[in-house]
């Protein structure tokens, strides 16, 4: 069809339609942290990812643990998570897994398992910037031995990384030590007890928090309190990671609450939901 005024604005006006609608169907996979479920984990590991699927989430992270797997457990893992409609996106791991005697079982098992982040979940305790400065050098380093085989390397913070250290947070020190491309994993509940605020350290760091761990807490309950039943932002800060954080997926984790660990898990997802409604 010949190309008109007419027919130009017509598509026009609709493209601002069309590219709200495109935002309004963007979905944010919402996955379980598995430590959510540690000991039914512990205890039955293929029933265990079975009854998180049935609950509706959409991924699941493992935790150190999977690294003791032998590669035929991890591909029965996989087969199982296709069967039943999981991903996993990233997995939690010792800082250890990123050494060159560890990178190639990593990378391996990560693979195996379909995931995009191999995320480091403790560095240990650094007294001194100078110690988290080191650690920043071994994300940094491992990151660059994960990118060759299409994964990427990630951290997540605790209440330390998160406690001023010579008048200077030492999380700050691991974004500033890390490749704009290596993911700062968010658990927020640590940020909040730290009594840091949560929307401005995603607005300060663009693109990097592709993933965040949805943890709650407060005074009364510390982190037993189930995930949503805070004072705490949750639309905002769920609002800001996907609008500037560069979000791609979200991770209920729970350490512990006053009730079973999958009925927890069920209500901490339809508190998720409704905070998302």
């Known amino acids: 069809m010949p190309i008109t005024r007419r027919n130009f604005l017509a598509a026009s006006s609709l493209a601002p339609l069309a590219l709200g609608t495109a935002n309004a169907q ?27 699927a049935k609950l509706g989430y959409e991924d699941v992270e493992f935790f150190a643990p999977y690294f003791s797997w032998t590669p035929e457990q991890a591909r029965d893992v996989r087969k199982l998570m296709d069967d039943v409609g999981l991903r996993c996106l990233s997995t939690h791991n010792a800082i250890g897994n990123y050494k060159a005697e560890n990178i190639q079982k990593t990378i391996d098992y990560n693979k195996i398992l379909g995931s995009k982040f191999v995320v480091i979940a403790s560095a240990g305790r650094p007294t001194t910037l100078d110690g988290w400065k080191a650690v920043a050098d071994t994300l940094a380093e491992g990151h660059s031995r994960l990118k060759p085989a299409g994964l990427r390397g990630g951290y997540h913070n605790h209440q330390a990384e998160f406690t001023p ?7 700050e020190v691991l974004a500033a030590g890390t490749p704009r491309d290596f993911m700062m994993q968010f658990d927020v509940g640590t940020c909040l007890e730290m009594g840091s605020d949560p929307v ?3 607005n300060d760091n663009p693109g990097r928090i592709n993933s965040m761990h949805l943890k709650d807490w407060n005074k009364e309950k510390g982190y037993r309190i189930l995930f ?21 997926y979200v991770l209920i984790e729970q350490e512990g609450s006053d009730f079973s660990e999958f009925e927890t898990a069920r209500m901490c997802l339809e508190n998720y939901r409704r905070i998302r409604a």
């Open 26 to 52: 963007k979905k944010i996979p919402v996955g379980l942290e598995l430590f959510s479920v540690r000991a039914a984990l512990a205890k039955d590991l293929m029933g265990t990812v079975r009854e998180v």
């Open 165 to 171: 250290l010579e008048g200077k947070r030492p999380v």
């Open 200 to 202: 401005k350290w995603i």
């Open 228 to 248: 949503g039943e805070s004072p705490a932002p949750w639309k905002e800060i769920l609002a800001a990671a996907e609008k500037t954080g560069g979000l791609e």
